[in-house]
């Protein structure tokens, strides 16, 4: 039985999110918006199915996959850059590989005790997010 990590989760701390957006050319009005922001995840897990729809007052990203399938990703309301992404089971951690312009892209999701974590990668930089169950 895989983790599942269906559910409603708040973000309760985000590690040099600052640093993450400026990786990704975010421009500096956007990342003073987007750091007082308190997202919620939203995900729904079936099978080898996953819904993540992340929601703010200021913009929401909706991301759906399947293990193991590459797709086509827009980024749209974030860097609007496009990529190729894939995510795998890497042990009970989640793992995409967001291939394109940027360098060494991605994001790990794993459960630790209640909360869900969140690493998102981009170049030479590592932003960490802990979300807890609404
Ligand atoms: C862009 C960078 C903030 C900042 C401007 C808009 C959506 C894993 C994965 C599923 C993400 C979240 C990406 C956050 C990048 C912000 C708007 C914030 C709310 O999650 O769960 O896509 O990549």
């Not at 990342?31 to 308190?38: N, P, T, V």
């Not at 042990?91 to 998102?120: A, F, I, M, P, S």
């Amino acid at each position: 039985m895989p983790v599942d990590f269906s559910g409603t989760w708040n973000l309760i701390s985000n590690d040099n999110f600052e640093g993450y957006m400026v990786a990704l050319g975010i421009d500096f009005a956007t990342r003073k918006i987007a750091k007082m922001l308190k997202p919620q995840k939203v995900i729904k897990q079936d099978g080898d199915s996953f819904y993540i729809h992340t929601t703010s007052t200021f913009r929401d990203y909706l991301l759906q996959f399947k293990i193991g399938e590459e797709f086509e990703e827009d980024n749209k309301g974030l860097d609007n850059r496009k990529c190729k992404s894939i995510v795998t089971w890497e042990n009970d951690k989640l793992v995409c590989v967001q291939t394109g312009e940027k360098k060494n892209r991605g994001w790990t999701h794993w459960l630790e005790g209640d909360d869900l974590h969140l690493e998102l990668r981009c170049e030479n930089q590592v932003c960490k997010q802990v979300f807890k169950r609404a």
